[in-house]
């Protein structure tokens, strides 16, 4: 198949781009690089079955392809706060874009939406059928709130014009090929540690987050998109939760730092808790995450070694 993942230098777009040339698909990456580098996709570069298109999604672009895995936004709060105006125009404009595009060549198209349409949950932990709740005006709003309109526009072009969809809300998902300037807790925390500076927890760090390896995610997506009769929205994440302070001592631990923790303002909006109920993932896609915190730090900290010493 002939395949576009948009985002596809970014940090999750580059692993599924990896996994789709090893099943010998043609895979297109496009990419603006605000937060992705030619880095992450350097080494698919030469292979027949890649290609690689710049381009901003918020303009429009026709290729000829049978699926489309729409990934690209900046994922990092610190990122898309950095210009909000342009993060809605790449939700609304850019998922717009790409719904014309598989609207006019039938292609199959997965959203790669996020636990962030919960906003601030009151319900935990959180199933699909929960609408959130989320401040329309605040900070963090110009991602969830965009992110809730892609789904909208999704939900819109299948009932008006059958686009064949697949909307998808993933959770806290770390690995290597994160920028070192990413901002996200799960990077910086182990940066600092491996330089032995202070732990920087927002907060308390009594709020808690669930993490989700890089390879569990892509493998969940792929299933996702192969699914006949199912379109979601479902939950890829992985349920074991963790308060930040205890994410912060476990990088300690498995990093050997001697860095202290000092606790820093808490952002506005920053969600108290979150937690994926993934009973529709297990039922319907034969999904759950393989990958636990311990090993999946254990892959992501030898990554940050090597870039920080290429610095
Ligand atoms: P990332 O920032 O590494 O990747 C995003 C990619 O999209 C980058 O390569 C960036 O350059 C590209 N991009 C951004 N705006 C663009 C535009 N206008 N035109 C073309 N390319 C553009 O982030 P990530 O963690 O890999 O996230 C990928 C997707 O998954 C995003 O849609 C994000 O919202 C979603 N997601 C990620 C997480 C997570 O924890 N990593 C959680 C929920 C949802
Ligand atoms: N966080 C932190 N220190 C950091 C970066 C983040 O304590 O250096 C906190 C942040 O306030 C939030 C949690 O870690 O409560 C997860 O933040 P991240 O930006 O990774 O993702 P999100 O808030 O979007 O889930």
Request: charged share 25%; glycine share 6%.
């Given at each position: ?18 996994k789709?040339?090893?099943q010998g698909h043609?895979?297109?990456a ?6 992705g ?8 570069i030469?292979?027949?079955n ?5 381009h901003d999604?918020?303009?429009?672009i026709?290729?000829?392809?049978d ?8 994922a990092?709060p ?6 909000p105006v ?7 404009m850019?998922?717009i874009?790409?719904?014309?595009m598989?609207k ?7 959203q ?6 919960y906003?601030?949950p ?8 929960y ?7 605040g900070v ?5 709130e965009?992110?809730r309109?892609?789904e909208?526009?999704?939900m819109d ?11 998808i ?24 540690a ?6 920087t ?16 995610l892509?493998?969940?997506s792929?299933?996702m998109?192969?699914?006949d009769?199912?379109i ?6 992985n349920?074991n ?8 001592e ?12 000092v ?14 109920d ?5 039922e319907?896609l ?5 990958i636990?915190l311990?090993?999946?730090l ?8 090597r ?5």
């Amino acid at each position: 198949m002939r395949i576009l993942v948009t985002g596809g230098a970014g940090f999750i777009g580059s692993h599924l781009c990896d996994k789709l040339i090893e099943q010998g698909h043609d895979v297109i990456a496009l990419d603006n690089f605000f937060t992705g580098s030619k880095e992450n996709i350097r080494h698919l570069i030469d292979h027949w079955n890649f290609e690689l298109v710049r381009h901003d999604i918020t303009e429009p672009i026709m290729l000829e392809v049978d699926q489309i895995y729409h990934f690209a936004c900046p994922a990092s709060p610190v990122h898309y706060q950095y210009n909000p105006v342009k993060t809605i125009k790449t939700n609304v404009m850019g998922t717009i874009n790409m719904l014309g595009m598989a609207k006019r060549v039938r292609a199959r198209m997965m959203q790669a939406s996020t636990s962030e349409v919960y906003g601030d949950p009151q319900i935990h932990p959180q199933k699909e059928d929960y609408w959130g709740h989320v401040n329309p005006i605040g900070v963090r709003s110009c991602y969830d709130e965009g992110k809730r309109v892609a789904e909208t526009l999704m939900m819109d072009y299948h009932r008006q014009s059958k686009v064949d969809i697949k909307i998808i809300r993933i959770f806290n998902t770390y690995g290597p090929r994160m920028a070192l300037n990413d901002g996200r807790v799960v990077s910086n925390f182990i940066i600092q540690a491996l330089q032995n500076k202070p732990i920087t927890i927002y907060g308390d760090g009594s709020q808690s987050r669930s993490f989700q390896y890089v390879d569990d995610l892509v493998e969940g997506s792929m299933r996702m998109m192969q699914k006949d009769d199912f379109i979601g929205p479902v939950n890829l994440g992985n349920p074991n939760e963790f308060t930040i302070l205890s994410l912060a001592e476990q990088v300690i631990e498995q990093t050997g730092s001697r860095s202290k923790i000092v606790f820093k303002e808490l952002p506005q909006d920053d969600p108290t808790q979150r937690q994926p109920d993934i009973s529709l993932a297990r039922e319907q896609l034969n999904w759950q995450p393989t990958i636990e915190l311990i090993e999946g730090l254990q892959k992501t900290i030898p990554y940050f070694e090597r870039k920080l010493q290429e610095q």
